[in-house]
């Protein structure tokens, strides 16, 4: 209970940060923290000259769930449905299928529509996403009438593909992804930029691994993670860039209710590598509070982009409703701007989940058999599993050290018969 109630008190400082003395209204005048961090990081980070200079911004914008809510530090973590726009090799390693729904309420009049889905057969991961932001676009006359009116959009759909390599009991793996990305923005026809309207394309590349390292508790999932993406690569849209990044993530969960992760994230502009904007970080944290109900936070430090987020989701059975909220260095505080609602539904794990149980079960007879004295029904029960799941590294060990008695009970024998 004391590890608990540190968990709870970090948070609550972590939050209180983010608020003014002066409260709510010191948010919307501008005075307390939030304008002092403001004036902190253009002062120590800088104002980037380099910014604005890449096409398709709507690549950049979060579409919702854990991702969002630890602030996009999310590479190495990519344990949701939400991994598909931060590390693709994170449907290999994903335990349940997922189909989510969000919606973002950005800034102003935007809105950001967004669904993702993911799945995994054996080692393979695979998943497909679409996200869709537009904003209403009024065109006026020369005499400030107006004229005629729509929507300025972009889309962007995702298809996903990863394969996790060298998975066992002991080592999970190494996990490939690679997304493949179909970009649109629409402009209206009556507007000036009508012609902009155009297609794109990218792809991106990540890999995945975890390992144990300083765990603090009992589990088989690996507390440490690491991570290293390359995320929209693809060809010029009208002579402008794509947002290309480079990202080194680590994650670590130093005790089972606390998750921390952060990403070094390395922009670049392939038309000029002198154009690329500023490097930033991000650092994330979950906690959760209790089995169905966690929290979520974040902040990112990034020259003219830094934001603070903030989330929570309730999981039941087969649903889970997340809630996000950021705030960054473009807008002030308030109830409906930044928010992210979302919608994951559980679509189970295919049968992994009792299918590891059975190999478990099966395993802890072969151990029981062995202590008796029966090696060879314990080596039977040891096969049986090892037929379920040919990656039981324990059941392969037990296979071996069993056969290496045998040899040496088969020495012994030997030094009987030998005549002098």
Not at 223 to 234: E, P, T
Not at 375 to 386: S, T, V
Request: overall charge negative; some cysteine; hydrophobic content about 45%.
């Amino acid at each position: 209970m004391r590890g608990m109630f540190g968990v709870l008190i970090g948070i609550f400082l972590f939050l209180a940060l983010g608020v003014p003395q002066g409260g709510l209204q010191a948010w919307e005048t501008g005075e307390g923290f939030y304008d002092s961090f403001a004036d902190f990081l253009n002062g120590a980070y800088g104002v980037d000259e380099n910014a604005g200079l890449t096409a398709l911004p709507v690549l950049n914008i979060p579409m919702g769930g854990k991702a969002e809510a630890m602030a996009g530090a999310f590479a190495a973590v990519a344990d949701d449905v939400s991994f598909i726009e931060w590390n693709p090799a994170g449907s290999a390693m994903l335990e349940t299928a997922s189909l989510a729904f969000f919606h973002n309420n950005w800034i102003a009049d935007t809105k950001i529509e967004a669904a993702a889905f993911s799945n995994k057969l054996g080692n393979v991961g695979f998943g497909a996403a679409a996200k869709w932001l537009y904003t209403p676009f009024t065109e006026y006359s020369e005499w400030g009438v107006r004229s005629s009116k729509g929507y300025y959009s972009e889309a962007v759909g995702t298809l996903n593909l990863s394969y996790n390599f060298f998975p066992g009991y002991y080592f999970p793996g190494f996990a490939l992804g690679v997304n493949v990305k179909g970009g649109l923005r629409v402009m209206p026809d009556f507007a000036e930029y009508a012609s902009e309207t155009t297609g794109a394309f990218a792809v991106d590349v990540g890999v995945l691994t975890r390992i144990n390292l300083f765990k603090f508790y009992d589990s088989r999932d690996k507390n440490m993670s690491f991570a290293l993406v390359l995320r929209n690569f693809g060809p010029l849209v009208m002579d402008d860039p794509l947002p290309a990044v480079a990202v080194a993530g680590l994650a670590y969960k130093p005790f089972r209710p606390l998750s921390l992760s952060c990403d070094l994230s390395f922009p670049m502009n392939l038309t000029d590598m002198s154009l690329s904007e500023k490097p930033y970080f991000a650092f994330g944290l979950a906690v959760a509070i209790t089995s169905f109900f966690s929290m979520r936070g974040g902040f990112m430090i990034r020259a003219g982009g830094s934001r603070w987020t903030i989330g929570s989701a309730v999981e039941m059975n087969t649903i889970a409703i997340e809630v996000n909220y950021s705030l960054d260095l473009l807008t002030q505080f308030q109830s409906l701007n930044r928010v992210t609602v979302g919608v994951r539904f559980n679509l189970g794990d295919g049968g992994r989940g009792e299918k590891n149980k059975l190999v478990d079960a099966l395993y802890l007879q072969g151990i029981e058999s062995y202590s008796n004295g029966d090696a060879d029904a314990a080596a039977d029960l040891f096969n049986k599993a090892l037929d379920i799941n040919p990656l039981f590294d324990p059941a392969l060990s037990a296979l071996r050290a069993i056969s290496a008695e045998d040899d040496t009970n088969s020495r012994i024998e030997g030094f009987g018969n030998y005549e002098y």
